[in-house]
């Protein structure tokens, strides 16, 4: 059969990347037997009964699932939020109401044990998260599994491609697809998603961000934690990658000399790389602090913690999206925009392709084609403060416009729920 192929193939993968992992101090973590499928007393405890099963693989998906699992938690319990990545795992245990796991490896030994602990009424895959074996194993037992926000990027899509025969018998064991956007439906169709179980709903993106929109009281609350002065003018680079940080520091070389006011807080996507980008902070001259213990001044700011980048975006003047100056994809832009700010963000958009356009064409935020004209962009907006204004009024208006797809979601699954 084709799954001892594929096991193959998800084993050889596994043994190239624990070599790699481990020198990048990636591996081991607690969540490994978690994912073999053996789950703590604790969480077994707390599955007593049939549950509801939603995966986000990562921080982001988390982020946009928290909605939903509201909703969810009000009407189903226990409510299980799984993921993969140890970033993900933290976002999941601040998440009221839900059981944290990890994902099961898909083998089918890992997938067995997880689905008798687990025991789910229903699986809930966030964006594109279809792992074949699991699925089989749901279709076997008679228990549903939906994907939810659906996204299929132009990557991810010319990769499905190349698998596209395998890929249509799993496509095929799924009850409901609910994707983002035409697009998005279009490409799950064309790789053998059945055309009745395709609707399109929206991202549920937008209502994340609203409900992740501070108050004033704690953005005055982040301030002060912060030590950002009231005449301080604060650029936020979040979830940035390597290369991304260098840029936004030269530009704060620069802009520092017609606003020397101007501060950098600097929220790299990925923790581990904290200590590489302080020392460029320091190589480049200027004073860091990290976010936990901000000190009494600083020039950066470096963000050390997951899901804070909220709190930080709301302290700007202009946010610049991270991932989006280099080919990842960009990161999430309705963040700063839902809370009023200015966005800025590099060519490499397509992850957030849609939400990318719609804010743009409503002129919440500004595309660039280079990284080289950041520091222009930056200097323009630093220098107008009535124009960032308009910009992040026009960002809060989108975000409300565009809202609505956790309920149409919501409506969706009904049947299966």
Known sequence: MWWWF????????????????????????????????????????????????????????VLAARPLLSALGARSRPLVLSTVTPGG??????????????????????????????????????????????????????????????????????????????????????????MQSDEDARRIMALGAPEPAVRVVGSMKWDASRSAASSPEQAAEAARAAGVQADDVVVVGGSTHRGEEQALLDALRVIRTDVPRTRLILAPRHLERLAEVESLVRSAGFACARASHPGAAWDVLLVDA????????????????????????????????????????????????????QLTADGAARQLTSQAQLLPALRELLSDPAAADRMGRAGQAAVARYAGATQRTLDALAPLL
């Open 89 to 178: 795992f933290v976002v999941a245990r601040q998440q009221s109401g839900v059981v944290p796991i990890y994902f099961p490896l898909d083998l089918r030994g890992s997938v067995r044990r997880a689905v008798d602990a687990v025991r789910p009424r229903v699986l809930l895959l966030m964006e594109s998260e279809l792992w074949p074996l699991i699925i089989l194993a749901l279709h076997g037992r008679g228990i549903p599994v939906a994907v939810v926000n659906g996204r299929i990027s132009p990557r991810a899509f010319a990769r499905y491609k190349l698998i596209r025969p395998w890929l249509r018998g799993t496509l095929g064991r799924v009850r409901l697809f609910l």
């Open 6 to 61: 594929y096991e193959l193939l998800l084993v050889l993968g596994l043994l190239l990347y624990v070599p790699k992992a481990l020198w990048r101090r990636r591996l081991p973590h607690a969540g490994w037997r978690m994912r073999l499928g053996r789950y703590p007393a604790e969480v077994r405890e707390r599955l007593g009964e049939p549950s509801t099963w939603v995966h986000a693989v990562s921080v982001g998906e």
């Open 306 to 357: 997951f899901g804070q980048l909220p709190r930080y975006y709301s302290l700007a003047r202009v946010a610049v999206v991270g991932g989006s100056f280099i080919p990842h994809g960009g990161q999430n832009p309705l963040e700063p925009a839902s809370l009023g700010r200015a966005v800025v963000f590099g060519p490499f958009m397509h992850n957030f392709a849609d939400i990318a356009r």
